[in-house]
């Protein structure tokens, strides 16, 4: 089939690329890194007709958030409106990536249960913290897809990944941290937060099963596995062998304290068990730095 894949240069993009071509799918790789501007809506339509569209092009990295809110908000809302006004009605599947960001707000301010289903609601818990810029912005995204579904007709699957971690990763909590801790800097912000990380290998396994039929709904994809940030941190410094103590620290303000996601919707629908565990997906991951 011939795919087209935004975001083809970041993390999950680049290893759906390499998996796809290798089982000999015709991949269309589009990223800003390679001269192919999606929030340019002229750039978006010379773009070729496709079969299947991931949407994975995305403004991330906690940093960023904070420090260039609205970049963030204008360079996820733009690239899927102009994709879903290029190929509305004329492709396959319209793959969104959201985000596990997205209902945090419904975590902390209203206490929803955990592990977390796909019907929880989106909540955007403060429009000043600066950090709903993603979070936001992928609510906008998936509301999108619901209502070219409505209106012209094209279907969907938003999948919402959980911490998804492995080589070629960067701005994200575990190679940031273990490049810091390398240096002597262990401090840890948001040390009792708990997450539930998903290697690579196995979300990119997921996310092949998921392309070519759309759900037509939100899919929670990650791992059942719930462990806190200081427990991931000390096996870093563990399989690193640095004896420095962690400096613990309080988490970001809007840093949500506990995610796990509910995949019991991910297993009716797919056959799949995880391969590779948070023990050996961290040495895996550690070693590629």
């Avoid at 958030?65 to 809302?77: C, G, H, L, M």
């Avoid at 707000?105 to 289903?117: H, L, Q, R, S, V």
């Amino acid at each position: 089939m011939k795919i087209l894949i935004t975001g083809s240069e970041g993390f999950i993009g680049k290893h759906l690329c390499n998996h796809l071509i290798s089982k000999g799918h015709q991949v269309v790789p589009a990223d800003k890194k390679i001269g192919i501007d999606l929030s340019n809506k002229d750039t978006v339509f010379a773009l070729p007709d496709v079969d299947i569209i991931f949407h994975a092009a995305a403004f991330n990295g906690t940093k960023h958030f904070y420090q260039t809110p609205y970049s963030v908000i204008r360079d996820n809302i733009l690239p899927t409106q102009f994709l879903l006004d290029r190929y509305a009605g004329g492709c396959d599947n319209f793959i969104f990536t959201g985000t596990c960001e997205s209902y945090a707000g419904a975590i902390d301010t209203f206490n929803y249960k955990i592990p977390t289903n796909e019907e929880v609601p989106l909540v955007v818990s403060n429009i000043y913290n600066p950090r709903w810029s993603y979070g936001g912005s992928k609510i906008a995204g998936e509301l999108m897809c619901v209502g070219a579904n409505i209106e012209l007709k094209q279907g969907y699957t938003i999948i919402r990944y959980h911490n998804i971690y492995g080589p070629g990763q960067v701005d994200h909590f575990i190679p940031e941290f273990a490049r810091r801790a390398e240096t002597g800097n262990t401090e840890l912000y948001g040390h009792n937060n708990t997450r539930s990380f998903m290697y690579i290998t196995d979300a990119i396994e997921v996310t092949e099963k998921l392309l070519y039929t759309p759900l037509n709904q939100a899919i929670n994809v990650g791992s059942e596995d719930e462990v806190s940030i200081k427990q991931v941190a000390q096996m870093i410094l563990d399989y690193k062998n640095i004896s420095t103590d962690l400096i613990l620290k309080s988490a970001p303000h809007g840093s949500v304290t506990r995610r796990c996601p509910d995949i019991t919707l991910l297993k009716s629908l797919v056959n799949f068990n995880p391969k590779v565990s948070l023990p050996n997906g961290l040495k895996m991951t550690l070693d590629s730095l």
